[in-house]
């Protein structure tokens, strides 16, 4: 009896002991920043989908590495020894880098990356996006993965303005970069009232005012536009491009937005023969 009385005490004091030790490890982890912790998760998903190679156990560090004009923070950066994510103030992912990948030895194709890369998008944001090509690289020829261009598409209509860039690694097939401002973007839902030509003629009628040497391309795009993505949602706008002599006689290209509902031209942009993410 004194010797069963004796294993019971053992018993439950290793019990407690062991209780004790989940309970710290479950506090110590929880301690850790959320940020941490929902980096964690994001890569661990990641490693489950086929995205990155196998996790490594690894120490985390993390930087707040953009705040706005009250003091909010706005974006961090998460970093181990061989990643690098940064996450919106929602705890969203919006860039990934990884920092450790080898040289190819052998080459997937284009074709290829680019269904790895739509399939990729798919694991990882809510929303559709197309593929627009490579980001112009002189020097891409050499680099060890592919550049890649998407943009996201909403009710059949592109975003104008910013693209999503996926590095695909050219041999793994691996993602080994990734940067998405576009994905939490909200939008204003618009209906179309009036015609491309109706907003050819409200483009024609602005500029007649300033200058007479004008020409309109014969075609318009439509897209879902916002001068300013913070503040407000996205609207859906004729993008009209205008041709027209400035005063040494040259010719320059300008994108008028004009939403399709009232016919307001909401930006005028001139145009450039790079995008924001063409590296030079």
Known sequence: ???NLKNSKFMYLSLAILITIV???FLNDYQLNKEVRCSKKILKFMEEEKIIDSLEESNYTSTVSRVNKKGKIKLYKISNEKYTLELNDKYELVAFTNNKYGNPKSE????KAINLGETYLNKLCNNKYLC???VKNKDREKLPYYALKF???INGYPY???EVVLNIHKETGELVGYINRVESIKIRETKIKISEEEAKKIVKVK???TNSNVSIKDEASIAYYS?????EKSKLVYIITVELLNSKGGKEKYDYFVTTDKGEIINIVKEVEHSSYEEK
């Open 1 to 3: 009896m004194y010797r």
């Open 132 to 134: 627009i090509g490579e």
């Open 151 to 153: 943009q996201r598409i």
């Open 160 to 162: 104008y303005g910013i």
């Open 23 to 25: 309970v710290f490890l």
């Open 207 to 209: 500029l007649e005012e």
């Open 108 to 111: 997937i194709n284009i074709n």
């Open 227 to 231: 001068k300013n993505d913070v503040k």
